[in-house]
């Protein structure tokens, strides 16, 4: 719609709601705030295409904002709930007045039961391109009051994770857009983890939005999601539903999940097993003297597993030649030897695990620096001080779905 018909019809702008749901309770927690327009009895239009306008002057941008968060706050302290109330602002808009004037309109509220700590104002981070400090000093006055800060929209848009860490909110909303074209996650997924490790460090509860398949949620749900929105759980509506609207379809879709998850654990187990038994029963048979001629002994017993094998020491420096396969056959790399390996990612903990536990270790799933692969590493002490590493070829891993 042109803004000048919104404007000219503001008294038919009204707030729909949108549940978000909680994992540890599968209840609705909270409900986040959009701007609708009803032109007819059947009808409410979205005035997201007007609030993203960037032409629309502020001064009727604040005037609709405003009639919103009237509507849905008059709603909220009427029903006399405790959930989360979820409202979004223009960080820029926000900072025109040091956000004083929503202050003001939230603190009227107070009066009638408002409590300010179950308001999230959600802030739209990768849009604002001012001063990160001066948002910065905003969100901690508003957390004076016991306001929380949601930062929103992070995902797709490549947000940066240092001006996020800097502002340490109490939510962050992952856009599950990014999950819709491929179930392979490959170009985003090492972000989306990225995200869930921040979130870890700086406390805050993530929230993955705009889910709208079963396998979206079962990503949130591996990755450190506790509260989850999107028109797969609920639609956006007028009025505020049951807590438990979705809870049967939770705890069933949980419970796949769990199921699925726990094969997959078991499975791991089994191969970390069997490679730990295999590499036990080569080193009792086969003396390890020289590194590189028990490596090219040893590798038929791998042909259909591994790719790559070597020996390092405990500090990380490589004691054998890279044993490589290429096009069926193991080749001897010898330019690898005294390479040192203790800057990667695990390396030392996991060095200092197998040698108190005298066990092998299997790795997470990683990309292969130099071939680019989803691989996973055996690691096992073969002597004191001398640990192997096996890497396990994708084409193995792919053969074996549960490995993935």
């Given at each position: 719609?042109?803004?000048?018909?919104?404007?000219?019809?503001?008294?038919?702008?009204?707030?729909?709601?949108?549940?978000?749901?909680?994992?540890?309770?599968?209840?609705?927690?909270?409900?986040?705030?959009?701007?609708?327009?009803?032109?007819d009895e059947k009808n409410a239009l979205s005035l997201g295409p007007f609030f993203h306008d960037k032409n629309v002057p502020d001064e009727y941008f604040l005037e609709v904002e405003k009639k919103i968060i009237h509507h849905a706050l008059n709603n909220y302290t009427s029903s006399k709930n405790s959930f989360l109330l979820f409202i979004n602002q223009n960080a820029r808009v926000l900072l025109d007045d040091q956000g004083e004037s929503m202050l003001e309109l939230l603190?009227?509220?107070?009066?009638?039961?408002?409590?300010?700590?179950?308001?999230?104002?959600?802030i739209d981070e990768h849009t604002y391109d001012g001063d990160v400090e001066h948002l910065q000093h905003l969100i901690n006055y508003y957390r004076t009051f016991g306001i929380q800060i949601a930062v929103s929209n992070i995902g797709e848009s490549g947000s940066d994770l240092d001006r996020i860490g800097r502002l340490s909110p109490n939510i962050l909303k992952v856009d599950l857009k990014v999950l819709r074209q491929s179930y392979e996650l490959s170009a985003h997924q090492d972000v989306l983890f990225s995200l869930a490790v921040l979130s870890r460090k700086i406390g805050a509860t993530l929230l993955y939005e705009n889910m709208e398949a079963s396998y979206q949620l079962q990503y949130a749900w591996r990755h450190g999601g506790?509260?989850?929105?999107?028109?797969?759980?609920?639609?956006?509506?007028p009025t505020f539903i049951q807590e438990d609207y979705a809870k049967?379809?939770?705890?069933?879709?949980?419970?796949?999940?769990?199921?699925?998850?726990k094969r997959k654990l078991e499975a791991i187990q089994q191969l970390t097993e069997m490679l730990q038994n295999k590499i036990q029963q080569l080193i009792g048979k086969k003396k390890i003297e020289d590194l590189d001629n028990w490596l090219r002994l040893i590798t038929k017993d791998f042909s259909d597993i591994s790719f790559r094998m070597y020996v390092c020491d405990e500090n990380g420096f490589q004691l054998s030649s890279n044993l490589m396969k290429k096009q069926g056959k193991w080749e001897v790399q010898s330019g690898y030897k005294q390479k040192n390996w203790s800057w990667r990612p695990y390396f030392l903990e996991y060095v200092m695990k197998m040698r108190a536990e005298k066990k092998g270790l299997l790795s997470d799933l990683y990309s292969d620096i130099e071939t680019g692969e989803t691989v996973r590493t055996f690691s096992y002490p073969i002597n004191t001080g001398q640990f192997i590493y096996i890497d396990l070829a994708y084409e193995y891993l792919y053969e074996n779905q549960d490995f993935l």
């Open positions: 719609m042109d803004p000048l018909d919104i404007m000219t019809n503001i008294e038919r702008v009204i707030p729909y709601y949108q549940a978000i749901f909680s994992a540890d309770q599968q209840e609705v927690v909270g409900y986040e705030v959009l701007g609708r327009i009803k032109m603190l009227s509220y107070v009066p009638k039961g408002l409590k300010l700590e179950n308001i999230v104002l959600e506790r509260y989850y929105q999107g028109y797969y759980l609920h639609k956006p509506g049967a379809v939770l705890i069933d879709k949980f419970q796949q999940f769990i199921r699925y998850e």
